[in-house]
């Protein structure tokens, strides 16, 4: 989820009672903020908020179903999750395929740090920062190609 996407708030309150649930529905029910976890967004390849997933013993399922309470808790008392496919192998979020868009998740956030930094504290001009990115993405890329 994301604390500014309107779809997530509205299903907050769902969330946060399936939560309380989840001890009688012997599960464990978590919550990920992607701003503040840029790298999950990445290993499990979030593209639309909020996403649900259910892992169990290391197989990760996307759930698409309604989002009342009832149809969660349902998904997991009348254990729907075992007729939905598993997420493919090298989509799944412990594959190295994965291991490496969280790595890329990572790196844009560090890109985007630098960035804030020499434009807010530095003051540098916003298009002089791109410049150097620029640059330094030409002499990284002649320095491997070498």
Not at 17 to 23: D, L, M, N, P, V
Not at 68 to 96: C, F, M
Request: hydrophobic share 40%; proline share 4%.
């Amino acid at each position: 989820y994301a604390p500014w996407c309107p779809a997530c708030q509205q299903i907050e309150l769902t969330w946060e009672s399936f939560a309380k649930e989840s001890e009688r529905l012997d599960i464990t029910v978590g919550k990920v903020d992607v701003t503040q976890e840029p790298g999950l967004t990445g290993r499990f390849f979030v593209t639309t908020l909020p996403t649900i997933y259910h892992a169990n013993d290391g197989v990760f399922r996307r759930y698409r179903g309604s989002r009342t309470l009832e149809d969660l808790q349902g998904y997991v008392l009348e254990r729907k999750w075992e007729a939905v496919e598993p997420v493919a192998g090298w989509k799944s979020p412990s594959s190295i395929m994965m291991h490496g868009m969280a790595g890329l998740f990572h790196l844009s956030g560090w890109i985007r740090q630098i960035h804030n930094y020499l434009t807010g504290t530095l003051g540098i001009h916003v298009w002089i920062s791109y410049a150097i990115f620029i640059l330094a993405t030409l002499l990284i890329g002649l320095l491997l190609g070498l």
